[in-house]
């Protein structure tokens, strides 16, 4: 079975500054996506990125990027510039991109990113 | 165009009540699922739904009943709710378990005491 771990339960940053969130998975399909997930205070599930295993570059989606080491089933989150707004609990998540996945999402525990002004 | 929208937000049962949750999308998608948010657990996969008139059981599935009669709709019920039941609830669709793509709903917060 498919597990996701996010060692980090917190994780401060000081506004502007750069901070990395830590996600490791452990899989024995070569096929799958990898994302992270956004949940602020409202509750509501944001998807800020997501990786093709296949693909060797890593994906970026403007302050947000990823680490993606794919023999080392590591997968982190860089957040750039950090803004007051990106205060949220991030999940990281696996999904097989097989048919037989059925969509289903494999989540880790979470990390809750607090912002310093 | 409401997305993915979940009745009710907030709800309070005692042991051994039922209710049904609801969860609507108006984008004409083929997937939903229902996950349970836990503290320290992330979101764990109830029941999903491939299509109108399917449902099948996820990861956590005991204490639960999903039905899935017209394809924008998927329920979920507890027929006899346990505290254990105390969660986060959200529905997620997408045009098909393929697409990379899952919309959440706003979340359920349902205690049972």
């Known amino acids: 079975a498919q597990t996701v771990t996010q060692s980090q339960p917190e994780m401060s940053v000081q506004e502007a500054e750069t901070v990395t969130l830590s996600c490791t998975y452990d899989?024995?399909?070569?096929?799958?996506?990898l994302f992270w997930y956004k949940q602020p205070p409202s509750r509501q599930m944001i998807l800020v990125i997501r990786?093709?295993?296949?693909?060797?570059q890593n994906a970026t989606e403007n302050r947000f990027s990823v680490n993606f080491q794919k023999a080392a089933k590591s997968f982190s989150l860089k957040i750039s510039d950090s803004q007051l707004g990106d205060a949220a609990m991030y999940f990281c998540a696996y999904r097989y991109a097989g048919g037989t996945s059925y969509g289903k999402l494999t989540f880790g525990q979470g990390t809750i990113l607090t912002v310093h002004p | 165009n409401a997305g993915v929208t979940q009745t009710p937000k907030f709800r309070v049962l005692k042991t051994g009540q039922s209710m049904t949750l609801l969860c609507a999308q108006d984008m004409n998608h083929e997937y939903m699922s229902w996950y349970r948010q836990d503290p320290g657990m992330g979101l764990r996969l109830i029941h999903y739904?491939?299509?109108?008139?399917?449902?099948a059981k996820g990861e956590v599935p005991d204490g639960y009943n999903v039905s899935r009669l017209k394809k924008q709709n998927f329920l979920l019920g507890l027929e006899s709710a346990a505290p254990s039941q105390t969660s986060v609830y959200f529905c997620a669709s997408s045009y098909s378990p393929a697409t990379y793509e899952q919309y959440f709903g706003p979340g359920t917060r349902l205690t049972v005491t």
């Open positions: 899989t024995s399909e070569s096929d799958y996506y």
């Open positions: 739904s491939v299509g109108e008139g399917t449902t």
């Open positions: 990786q093709e295993a296949y693909k060797q």
